[in-house]
């Protein structure tokens, strides 16, 4: 249940955690740093832009690792950008999040042999808390992400480790297959 | 019937071979793309300069300049692909070669601007050097890479400032 959802008394007094509070805020206004390595870079351009309008998340691009809450690594990490990237990653104030757009920042994607310049996956070198498959992924894929992210956020709590944060997230995950079938089913019987 | 672009490419050849004899190899006449090599490396650069400046052939068009690893041989090599725009219309491509350890090619960068980056590019991808070049550093991988990646027998190496390259 989102906090919008709680009961709002008639003195505007609203009763709920802190941890509910932080997450909110956090998970509202996702800033990622505007930056993009490759053609996934285009396919967050167009998330970013009016058919998919990032902006009803809240997340809008800045221009500074200093604004920035979330890293989409959109693209192939070469080699000599990789140090390009974990400085800025170590610029990113905390609490920071990475994405990792695409199959190239993923694993290495189609240049996992013979791309001799290219990083194997961008967590070699910075931590990566969602990753998106794709070659490249759609907006849609990428919104997926990062709603992704917005989960993870909303299993915070004040003390408890991004690593406990993911766990959290991956025992309550809801499998979609069964929410999928549920739709279809509904869909049928009207 | 001879393609327009191999008697285009005899009529080159021959005048090119009438001032510099045996430092070019006979014409290979393949329809695609007509070329020689030249078996004397030291005068590539007054080759060059002849067939820019010769008002009968006017090369002043480098449209690329390629690097090639010929492990069977020995050598290294690079292949240009030389226009001549204008009243000509010629088109020919050069092959020099050199040693495949501590080769080097005399630099045409300036003969042909273009020459500038793709002579850095075959040197950092085969490891060659070009003899009066202003700038023979890498262009595209970092300066302290080590090998040359587009030499056949090109192992990638294990790390680089601690990050480990292969899969």
């Given at each position: 249940?989102?906090?919008?959802?709680?009961?709002?008394?008639k003195?505007?007094?609203?009763?709920?955690?802190?941890?509910?509070?932080m997450?909110?805020?956090?998970?509202?206004s996702?800033w990622?740093?505007?930056?993009g390595?490759?053609?996934?870079a285009i396919?967050?351009m167009a998330?970013?832009?009016?058919?998919y309008?990032?902006?009803?998340?809240g997340i809008?691009?800045?221009?500074s690792?200093?604004?920035?809450?979330?890293?989409?690594?959109a693209?192939?990490?070469t080699?000599?950008m990789?140090?390009r990237?974990?400085?800025?990653?170590?610029?990113?104030?905390?609490p920071?999040?990475v994405?990792?757009m695409g199959?190239?920042?993923?694993c290495?994607?189609?240049y996992?042999?013979?791309?001799?310049h290219?990083?194997k996956?961008?967590d070699?070198?910075?931590?990566?808390?969602v990753?998106?498959?794709?070659?490249?992924?759609?907006?849609?894929a990428?919104?997926?992400?990062?709603?992704?992210v917005?989960?993870?956020?909303?299993?915070?709590?004040?003390?408890?480790?991004?690593?406990?944060a993911?766990?959290?997230?991956?025992?309550?995950?809801v499998?979609?297959?069964r929410?999928?079938?549920?739709a279809?089913?509904?869909?049928?019987a009207? | 019937?001879?393609?327009p672009?191999?008697?285009?490419?005899?009529?080159?050849w021959?005048?090119?071979?009438?001032?510099?004899?045996?430092?070019?190899?006979?014409l290979?006449?393949?329809?695609?793309?007509?070329f020689f090599e030249?078996?004397?490396p030291?005068l590539?650069?007054?080759?060059?300069?002849?067939?820019?400046?010769?008002?009968?052939l006017?090369f002043?068009?480098?449209?690329c300049?390629?690097?090639?690893?010929?492990?069977?041989e020995?050598?290294?090599?690079i292949?240009c692909?030389?226009e001549?725009?204008?009243e000509?219309?010629?088109?020919?491509?050069?092959?020099?070669?050199?040693?495949?350890?501590?080769?080097v090619i005399?630099?045409?960068?300036?003969?042909?601007?273009?020459a500038?980056?793709?002579?850095?590019?075959?040197?950092d991808?085969?490891?060659?050097?070009?003899?009066?070049?202003?700038?023979m550093?890498?262009?595209l991988?970092?300066?302290?890479?080590?090998?040359f990646?587009?030499?056949?027998?090109?192992?990638?190496?294990?790390n680089?400032?601690?990050?480990?390259?292969?899969y």
């Open positions: 249940m989102g906090l919008l959802d709680a009961r709002i008394t003195h505007n007094v609203l009763v709920t955690s802190v941890d509910n509070v997450n909110w805020a956090r998970l509202s996702l990622p740093m505007g930056f390595l490759a053609c996934c396919e967050m998330t970013n832009a009016s058919n309008d990032l902006e009803r998340f809008f691009p800045r221009s690792p200093r604004q920035s809450d979330l890293m989409i690594v693209g192939t990490v080699m000599k990789a140090e990237v974990v400085r800025l990653y170590e610029q990113m104030p905390e920071r999040y994405l990792s199959s190239c920042s993923n290495g994607g189609p996992w042999q013979h791309g001799y290219v990083l996956g961008v070699r070198v910075i931590p990566v808390d990753y998106v498959p794709g070659c490249p992924p759609r907006p849609e990428l919104i997926g992400g990062l709603m992704k917005q989960e993870l956020i909303r299993m915070e709590q004040i003390g408890l480790s991004r690593a406990e993911l766990k959290k997230l991956e025992e309550k995950s499998d979609p297959g929410l999928i079938e549920e279809r089913k509904g869909a049928k009207s | 019937m001879i393609s672009a191999v008697e285009k490419a005899r009529v080159v021959s005048v090119i071979s009438e001032k510099f004899g045996d430092a070019v190899s006979p290979d006449e393949n329809p695609t793309m007509p030249v078996t004397r030291e590539w650069l007054d080759i060059a300069l002849f067939m820019r400046d010769n008002p009968k006017r002043n068009y480098m449209a300049l390629s690097g090639v690893d010929y492990p069977e020995g050598k290294l090599g292949v692909n030389l001549s725009l204008g000509h219309g010629y088109t020919i491509a050069v092959k020099v070669k050199c040693d495949r350890e501590g080769g005399p630099s045409v960068s300036r003969v042909w601007k273009t500038d980056w793709h002579e850095r590019e075959a040197y991808m085969f490891g060659m050097t070009f003899s009066g070049h202003q700038d550093r890498r262009i991988c970092p300066e302290d890479w080590e090998g990646p587009l030499r056949k027998d090109y192992q990638v190496q294990e680089y400032h601690g990050i480990k390259v292969p």
